[in-house]
């Protein structure tokens, strides 16, 4: 089939109009487009050497959300590279101490790849709640890259990775400021939050800490046991065998004893529990320090990334010693985790809060140095915070924040906590001064409240870091305290120091704002206070509602509240809202009543738990008990029967050696030849060995006397005395 072409010369003229149109259409498109693609270009290539604001980088595009978005995936592939060169860089190095830093940073760097793209995919979603999340990611992916950096200082791998990681620092820094520019829950996200929960939240993992501890510990998906009671010998093995990326809580029952090694929970080991017996019974031991090789962040004896990370009831403790500097006894980087009724020991960087939301209760923890240190999003509920004795010519710290940009939604609480010394350090205080914290970096942010302080704390309460490095850009804040330390008349003067007056500034530091506690910490089912206790004085009430005692007159209102305190009612917010006295008073009786009966069902509880273990103790006896008895019966029987068998075989013994030897004598009488008669006599040998011998020696006996009577003296007694004695034994 034959094609025809048409000559171009030939092609028929179009509408001069329609042409000026698409020409026209082309231009226009080109000079909207053309601009706006040069710049996120140059926003994501070149981020570091712009002049223009961080905030602004995406602000004169129209689609600013897809712009971050697209920066944060540059930033994904510049960490591969920078794995690659670590990694490049660690092949050829013989120091150890170095290989262990490049080791620590593509950790790092890794983690930081996860989040910003769980990132990204959050500020797709738009959701306020996603949004959050986005907020504590990029605030750990900054952090992380300052801490790769530190861990490089003084060795020759930071020369070849200071360039690459300022780079990606920069443009952290830039991808935290484009998106508080564009989110606008990122800018109201101090206010209360008052969501529900997140979907991935079971009504069983909601309850699993609310639970009784033996039911817990029954409950567990595994049991460690150093005697091999348990499924593994060692918490390692518990942990490998969770699941990778668990939606559901894995519990990790570890027995009462020490275990001496290093634990880590990686990434891919989501929602997983470590319970023990006790915080003085399951302990979990390690050395690793800085001084002997390890870096700070590596030396962890228990180290927890994966999110969804419980500890409560441990004890976990670094042993190397003030002397070895640096040594951690737990660091955590994993995203709402929760600490409860856990000891924590050691003395220079006891617990490495390192990044991530993190919620700490009923905590015992111990230290000298920045004993709590890292950039987290932290709340301390409960905790008693112990200062050790230090080393000679050191002071102690309680914290040393890390917060290196203001775009950072981080910070570290300690609230209704105990801060005192320990009994080492209390006969010495004067001789080692001990503060509350420290600017570890520029924008550190500790905030101390309504908590006891003992008065080991010295009355500047808190110490520069060199100079006055970060003092004006640092936050450091007390707002209610009580104790002989508590007093702030002498306090710094720096510029960032606050004495909290308002309760509005102090609940930017709660639970519910800090960490969004109020999203997710009731699905572990940890007890915790969600903003500021109320106070008496927060009640018109309280100043008319007096209480009165024969001999002593008015109680004020703040002694009934620590009255209250005990029994937990002061920390109901709707207790102090009572429009008349009358209310708040039903309400007190109402309150005490409940917790009565609160404590009588508790101990009742006790009882009938004591109970059921003594009725199973006494089962298990009974059951031994009634298997003996069976036992002995048996073996009476047996006996019995064995002894009936003998005396059977006995008298047939005896009622056939008469006519043995009666036959025997006769024919020895009928015998002509002596030796014949001995020949006749030796069948007697085989049915020697059902003879009993007391009989046989009388048979014996019977016979010679017979033979004497015959008259018979050349008869050879030699062969009866060898007939009377037993067969020899064969030899086997």
Not at 427 to 435: A, G, L
Not at 460 to 466: C, E, F, N
Not at 530 to 548: H, I, L, T
Not at 613 to 637: F, G, Q, W
Request: proline fraction near 4%; aromatic fraction near 8%.
């Amino acid at each position: 089939m034959a094609t025809t072409y048409q000559s171009l010369l030939d092609t028929p003229k179009k509408n001069p109009t329609v042409s000026c149109k698409v020409v026209f259409l082309f231009v226009f498109s080109a000079a909207i487009i053309c601009p706006s693609a040069f710049l996120a270009f140059r926003a994501i290539n070149n981020t570091p050497h712009l002049s223009l604001p961080y905030s602004q980088i995406c602000g004169l595009l129209h689609d600013q959300t897809s712009c971050l978005q697209l920066f944060l995936n540059k930033s994904v592939s510049l960490i591969v590279d920078g794995i690659y060169t670590a990694n490049h860089l660690s092949h050829r190095i013989n120091d150890v101490r170095e290989r262990a830093a490049l080791a620590d940073c593509m950790e790092l760097m890794d983690l930081s790849i996860d989040r910003l793209k769980d990132s990204n995919v959050a500020i797709g979603s738009g959701s306020t709640g996603s949004l959050t999340n986005a907020h504590s990611w990029l605030s750990s992916v900054l952090t992380n890259h300052e801490t790769c950096l530190d861990g490089l200082k003084g060795g020759p791998t930071q020369s070849a990775m200071k360039f690459l990681l300022q780079d990606l620092i920069t443009r952290d820094k830039a991808s935290l400021a484009m998106f508080i520019a564009i989110s606008p829950s990122a800018k109201e996200e101090l206010r209360p939050l008052r969501r529900g929960f997140p979907t991935w939240v079971t009504s069983k993992d909601r309850k699993l800490l609310e639970s009784l501890p033996k039911d817990l510990k029954i409950n567990a998906n595994v049991v460690v046991a150093k005697d091999g009671s348990g499924m593994y010998k060692t918490v390692k093995e518990a942990i490998a065998s969770a699941p990778d990326n668990g939606k559901t809580r894995y519990v990790i029952y570890v027995k009462k004893g020490t275990y001496q090694e290093n634990v880590e929970v990686g990434k891919n080991k989501k929602n997983v529990m470590l319970v023990g017996d006790g915080m003085d019974s399951t302990i979990i031991t390690g050395s690793l320090n800085v001084i002997d090789g390890s870096t700070t962040f590596n030396s962890a004896t228990v180290a927890a990334v994966g999110d969804g990370f419980i500890a409560q009831d441990l004890w976990i403790q670094n042993t190397a010693g003030a002397v070895k500097q640096q040594a951690v006894a737990l660091r955590v980087g994993a995203d709402q985790s929760v600490i409860n009724r856990c000891r924590i020991d050691a003395y220079q960087d006891t617990l490495y809060a390192h990044t991530l939301r993190q919620f700490y209760r009923d905590c015992y923890i111990t230290g000298t140095v920045d004993f709590i240190f890292g950039n987290a999003a932290v709340v301390f509920q409960n905790c008693k915070l112990v200062a050790r004795k230090p080393m000679s010519g050191q002071q102690n710290m309680v914290t040393a924040q890390g917060r290196t940009d203001p775009n950072q939604n981080t910070g570290t609480s300690i609230q209704s906590c105990q801060i005192i010394p320990s009994s080492d350090l209390a006969s010495v205080k004067s001789s080692f001064p001990t503060y509350l914290g420290r600017p570890w970096k520029e924008y550190s942010r500790t905030v101390v409240m309504q908590s006891s302080i003992s008065d080991h704390i010295y009355p500047q309460g808190w110490a520069p870091w060199d100079g006055d490095f970060a003092l004006k850009t640092l936050y450091y804040g007390e707002y209610s305290n009580s104790g002989a330390g508590a007093g702030t008349s002498n306090r710094v003067n720096w510029t960032g120091y606050h004495v909290i007056t308002n309760s509005a500034e102090a609940k930017k530091f709660t639970v519910a704002e800090l960490i969004q506690g109020g999203v997710w910490l009731k699905s572990t089912g940890v007890t915790y206070t969600e903003g500021v206790d109320a106070r008496p004085d927060d009640s018109p009430y309280w100043p008319k509602w007096n209480v009165k005692r024969s001999g002593i007159g008015v109680v004020s209102p703040k002694v009934v509240y620590k009255l209250l305190d005990g029994i937990h009612l002061s920390r109901d917010i709707s207790l102090f809202e009572s429009k008349s006295n009358e209310e708040l008073t039903n309400k007190i009786i109402l309150g005490i009543i409940n917790a009565f009966i609160k404590k009588e069902k508790s101990a009742i509880e006790k009882l009938k738990e004591e109970f059921d273990k003594r009725a199973v103790e006494s089962k298990k006896r009974a059951t031994i008990l009634n298997s003996v008895a069976a036992e002995a019966d048996k073996r009476a029987t047996d006996l019995e029967a064995m002894l009936l068998t003998a005396e059977q075989k006995l008298q047939e013994v005896e009622e056939r050696i008469p006519e043995k030897i009666t036959k025997a004598l006769e024919d020895y009488k009928s015998s002509d030849d002596l030796k014949d008669f001995v020949a006749k006599f030796d069948a007697l040998n085989d049915f020697r060995h059902e003879l009993a011998r007391p009989t046989f020696f009388n048979g014996i006996h019977l016979l010679c006397d017979y033979v004497h009577k015959l008259g018979r003296k050349d008869f050879d007694f030699s062969n009866l005395i060898l007939m009377s004695m037993p067969p020899p034994t064969q030899k086997q």
